[in-house]
C-alpha cells in the first residue's frame, strides 16, 4: 500500500513549455484535490475531483487542467508554464472519517524559468 | 479570500509545556474539519479530525477542540516535544455534500524551544 504518489519530484520547465504532474493512489478514494503552496504560504486549491469521471474548480484554477478517467489517478496539466507557476504541488486524498484516511503526497517542486 | 502577509503566525512555546493552536475557520456549512501537520520539506500529514457533530476529540497528546457557534477551532497538543515543531493547518470541508472541497486556513508555526 504506497499510499499517494506524485512524479516528478523536482522539475525545471522554460516559460511556454508544457507539463502533466501525476498523482497516483492505491486506497481506493473517492476524493482527490491538487494545491499549491508558495513560499512561507498555506495551500490554495486547483482543481478537485469527487470521483472518476467528475472534476470541479478550486479557488486557483487558471493555467491548470485536470482529468480523472480513473479512481486511482489525477494528473494536473499546465499547458503553457509560467513563472507565476513556480511552486510545490501536492495531491491529496479523502476517504472518509477515520484517523487513517486522509494522505498528502510528498509533492513536486515546480520552477518555471 | 486571498491571503495576505508573507509570514506565518508563529508559536513559540518550552519542551514539556502544552501547545494550543487556533483556527477560525469561514464556511458555516462546513461540517468537518481536520488538522494536519507539515514539516519543512514535507507534504502535509494527518492528526486528527472532527466532525460538526461533537465539540471535542481526543488523540494521542492531541485534542481538537470545536466551537460552531464562533467558527472556530483549536488545537491541544499535550507535553510538546522538539519533534512537535512544524506549520500546522487547520481545514475545512462540507464531508459528504455536493461540494467536498477541502480549503486550508493560512497555518501557525509551531517551534518548541528545548
Known amino acids: 500500500n504506497a499510499g499517494v504518489t506524485q512524479t516528478p519530484k523536482f522539475r525545471i520547465l522554460k516559460i511556454g513549455q508544457s507539463m502533466t504532474l501525476q498523482c497516483t493512489q492505491d486506497m481506493n478514494h473517492n476524493y482527490m484535490y491538487w494545491y499549491r503552496q508558495d513560499p512561507g504560504m498555506g495551500l490554495k486549491l486547483i482543481y478537485y475531483?469527487?470521483?472518476?469521471?467528475?472534476?470541479d474548480k478550486g479557488e486557483v484554477p487558471n493555467g491548470y487542467n485536470v482529468s480523472r478517467s480513473t479512481t486511482e489517478d489525477f494528473p494536473l496539466r499546465l499547458e503553457l508554464a509560467a513563472p507565476s507557476q513556480t511552486s510545490v504541488y501536492f495531491c491529496a486524498t479523502l476517504g472518509g472519517y477515520s484517523t487513517d484516511t486522509q494522505y498528502f503526497g510528498p509533492g513536486t517542486r515546480l520552477t518555471v524559468l | 479570500g486571498e491571503n495576505v502577509g508573507l509570514h506565518l503566525p508563529t508559536l513559540s512555546v518550552q519542551e514539556g509545556d502544552n501547545s494550543i493552536i487556533n483556527c477560525a475557520y469561514s464556511?458555516?456549512?462546513?461540517?468537518?474539519f481536520i488538522w494536519y501537520k507539515q514539516e519543512s520539506g514535507k507534504g502535509p500529514q494527518f492528526i486528527i479530525d472532527i466532525r460538526s457533530n461533537m465539540d471535542k476529540r481526543q488523540g494521542q497528546r492531541v485534542t481538537v477542540l470545536l466551537n460552531k457557534t464562533v467558527k472556530h477551532l483549536s488545537l491541544q497538543i499535550a507535553a510538546t516535544q522538539p519533534g512537535d515543531s512544524a506549520v500546522y493547518f487547520c481545514a475545512e470541508s462540507q464531508y459528504g455534500g455536493a461540494t467536498n472541497k477541502l480549503i486550508f486556513g493560512t497555518g501557525t508555526l509551531l517551534a518548541v524551544q528545548p
Open positions: 475531483s469527487v470521483g472518476a469521471g467528475i472534476t
Open positions: 464556511n458555516s456549512a462546513s461540517d468537518y
